[in-house]
T-cell receptor, first 108, second 117 residues
């Protein structure tokens, strides 16, 4: 079983729509959680940290459910520039563990 | 403040040759991490280093791969006798000392794309 599992997609989203996806992780002792974004296999860039209380950053909302060991990301009012691969990332003792990514394609 | 720097950006080697990948962390960062991304796969942790010390190398293949982060100069990921399966993107990341920023925040370099012919 993979340590971090994500639906690979692609999620095809009309511009302006809302899209949500999540991931699950296997290590209950994981310490912190993130969503990264990767464009065309360039370097991953931190999108946001994820907290149990839920947190927002503009059009992006992230949520962590420790009991069920899943993390979600919701994107509102999708823009063409949101097209990317979104990486669910879990931090444990010095190393980041990445999911394989969820591809999002925003169409005009 | 320059970000994490990696060179070369692209590296082509023939089977059996050696590959050396370099990473200079962000200014003030003393923790360096190497990750590998195989085609169509996610990033996989390889090794975590601090100056002159290997902290965690649990993701490193047992043979042919080594990493160092000397007191002076960049971190080096060295792959000896490369094989076609080593073709991948190799990303380096760095993080600051705990207390300066969150230690779990890692900043990534642009990667080195290794192609083995």
């Amino acid at each position: 079983r993979k340590e971090v599992e994500q639906d690979p997609g692609p999620f095809n989203v009309p511009e302006g729509a809302t899209v949500a996806f999540n991931c699950t992780y296997s290590n209950s002792a994981s310490q912190s959680f993130f969503w990264y974004r990767q464009d065309c296999r360039k370097e991953p860039k931190l999108l946001m940290s994820v907290y149990s209380s839920g947190n927002e950053d503009g059009r992006f909302t992230a949520q962590l459910n420790r009991a069920s060991q899943y993390i979600s990301l919701l994107i509102r009012d999708s823009k063409l520039s949101d097209s990317a691969t979104y990486l669910c990332v879990v931090y444990s003792w010095g190393k980041l563990q990445f999911g394989a990514g969820t591809q999002v394609v925003v169409t005009p | 403040n320059a970000g994490v720097m990696q060179n070369p950006r692209h590296l082509v080697r023939r089977r059996g040759q050696e590959a050396r990948l370099r990473c200079s962390p962000m200014k003030g960062h003393s923790h360096v991490y190497w990750y590998r991304q195989l085609p169509e796969e996610g990033l996989k942790f390889m090794v975590y280093l601090q100056k002159e010390n290997i902290i965690d190398e649990s993701g490193m293949p047992k043979e042919r791969f080594s990493a160092e982060f000397p007191k002076e100069g960049p971190s080096i990921l060295r792959i000896q006798q490369v094989v076609r399966g080593d073709s991948a993107a190799y990303f380096c990341a760095s993080s600051p000392e705990q207390g300066v920023e969150r230690i779990d925040t890692q900043y990534f370099g642009p990667g080195t794309r290794l192609t083995v012919l």
